[in-house]
């Protein structure tokens, strides 16, 4: 059975910071390209960065794009997303999943909400 446990989320005022992390279980997780994806009220999930499962390669949406950067350590399963400069249409829940569909079932995501 696949598990994904996000946290780190928190209130946070516009431009602060924050880290969540994503512990997963039930995977070979070395072998699996990793991603956050986040969801706003009455929108989509979307996609908002992805790193393969050694590292090497890492992509954004656009309109994270320097903003937030994401990192994983094999040793501890665990997917990292680090948030810079926090603007209030980031305000969403955070899920971590694999990259490549089909989609593990979801966890509970980390909300994250940024007051202006």
């Known amino acids: 059975q696949v598990l994904l446990a996000e946290s780190g989320g928190a209130l946070v005022a516009a431009g602060g910071s924050l880290r969540l992390s994503c512990v997963a279980s039930?995977?070979?997780?070395?072998?699996?390209?990793m991603a956050w994806y986040r969801q706003a009220p009455g929108k989509q999930r979307e996609l908002v960065g992805s790193i393969s499962g050694g590292g090497g390669t890492i992509g954004y949406a656009d309109s994270v794009k320097g903003r937030f950067t994401v990192s994983r350590d094999n040793t501890k399963s665990t997917v990292y997303l680090q948030m810079n400069n926090l603007k209030p249409e980031d305000t969403a829940v955070y899920y971590c999943n694999r990259r490549d569909p089909p989609p593990y079932s979801w966890g509970q995501g980390a909300q994250v909400t940024v007051s202006s």
């Open positions: 039930g995977i070979n997780f070395r072998f699996v390209g």
